[in-house]
């Protein structure tokens, strides 16, 4: 299993940012797929939720009306397009899957995004 996340930067407040998370190793569209942060010195939180069909989606309510999960099971991509980002939503971003039978989660290595004037 292989998550590469990309897309990070940063981004002036009330910006636009779109992050991507390239899948492998595995059947991608049998999985849900989630997006997590940590900021620092905070404790990593989840932030978005996709289901493997990509019909289904649940946010923080941190996030909610301003980032939106999306995937594309042809290109084995997740993706999170956060609008109107805060300060508050620097953090490094990581992709993140959890197989049930391995009884674990996967992560990517993280993109850094820094939301500031």
């Known amino acids: 299993v292989h998550l590469v996340e990309s897309g990070g930067g940063l981004v002036q407040p009330g910006g636009s940012l779109r992050l991507s998370c390239a899948a492998s190793?595995?059947?991608?569209?049998?999985?849900?797929m989630k997006w997590y942060r940590q900021a620092p010195g905070k404790a990593r939180e989840l932030v978005a939720a996709i289901n493997n069909a990509g019909d289904f989606t649940n946010y923080s309510d941190s996030v909610k009306g301003r980032f939106t999960a999306s995937r594309d099971n042809n290109k084995n991509t997740v993706y999170l397009q956060m609008n109107s980002l805060k300060p508050e939503d620097t953090a490094v971003y990581y992709c993140?899957?959890?197989?049930?039978?391995?009884?674990?989660?996967?992560w990517g290595q993280g993109t850094q995004v820094t939301v500031s004037s």
């Open positions: 993140n899957v959890f197989m049930v039978v391995f009884g674990r989660d996967y």
């Open positions: 190793g595995f059947t991608f569209s049998s999985y849900a």
